[in-house]
């Protein structure tokens, strides 16, 4: 027993265990400036506050044990990580402690929670009023008659996955998933669809040709597919 004892005290002096250290960033709210906010988290102050209190209800841990994030905390930690594209194990150390699992949870768990709303911030325009409001702010802005949202796409640059890695791959030879996004006359995203690079032609094309092959609309699928080979 006395032996095991000795052994143990031996080893813990030559391997001692690190202690935890519980450190906080410096509250970016009081110490920043608007600039600044903007350029770290590409918020604003009231941009970052509506964001909080936006999802609060789903991300604020029920108890502060064991150093729980707070929702704002959380949100700041996930933001500057999409803001900077740096790693996840840099961003904990800008924060403090946080280990990379920890920031990898977090962005997660804030990132599930924003998809979770956005049906109730991205709404293509649905009624005639609502078209034709459009259609007069893109005629004010750019001289566009009959214009209803501008579109554009980009390709996010992503790790190769481990499955189904060649179905990523886009033109210039990098994995990615393709984003479509279309706006408005005030910049507002009404439109927001993302995709893999392989499925985009088949989705398409399914999607249509389904409801027009059971019409017996041959000549309409013919021309669909005409469109996909030659545009």
Same mark, same amino acid.
Do not use: A
């Given at each position: 027993m006395a032996a095991r004892s000795l052994y143990l005290r031996m080893n813990h002096l030559a391997n001692p265990r690190k202690e935890r250290v519980y450190r906080r960033e410096i509250d970016?709210?009081?110490?920043?400036?608007? =600039? #600044?906010?903007?350029?770290?988290?590409?918020?604003? =102050? #009231?941009?970052?506050?509506?964001?909080?209190?936006l999802l609060a209800d789903e991300i604020s841990p029920s108890t502060r044990r064991s150093h729980s994030l707070s929702a704002e905390e959380q949100v700041l930690i996930t933001l500057r990580f999409l803001a900077s594209g740096s790693f996840l194990e840099v961003i904990g150390d800008t924060f403090g402690s946080y280990d990379k699992s920890t920031v990898s949870r977090v962005v997660r768990r804030v990132t599930q929670a924003l998809a979770a709303k956005v049906n109730d911030f991205i709404k293509f325009p649905a009624t005639r009023a609502e078209r034709d409001e459009i259609k007069q702010g893109m005629f004010k802005v750019g001289g566009f008659p009959c214009t209803i949202g501008c579109i554009d796409g980009t390709h996010v640059r992503i790790k190769s996955p481990s499955q189904n890695e060649s179905d990523y791959v886009n033109r210039k030879g990098f994995h990615s998933i393709n984003v479509q996004a279309i706006c408005n006359h005030e910049g507002k995203t009404t439109s927001l669809i993302f995709y893999i690079i392989s499925q985009i032609i088949l989705a398409l094309w399914l999607v249509p040709t389904y409801d027009l092959l059971k019409d017996g609309r041959i000549e309409d699928v013919i021309n669909i597919l005409v469109w996909f080979l030659y545009y």
């Open positions: 970016p709210f009081e110490c920043y400036s608007e =600039r #600044e906010l903007r350029s770290r988290y590409r918020f604003g =102050r #009231e941009g970052l506050e509506f964001i909080v209190d």
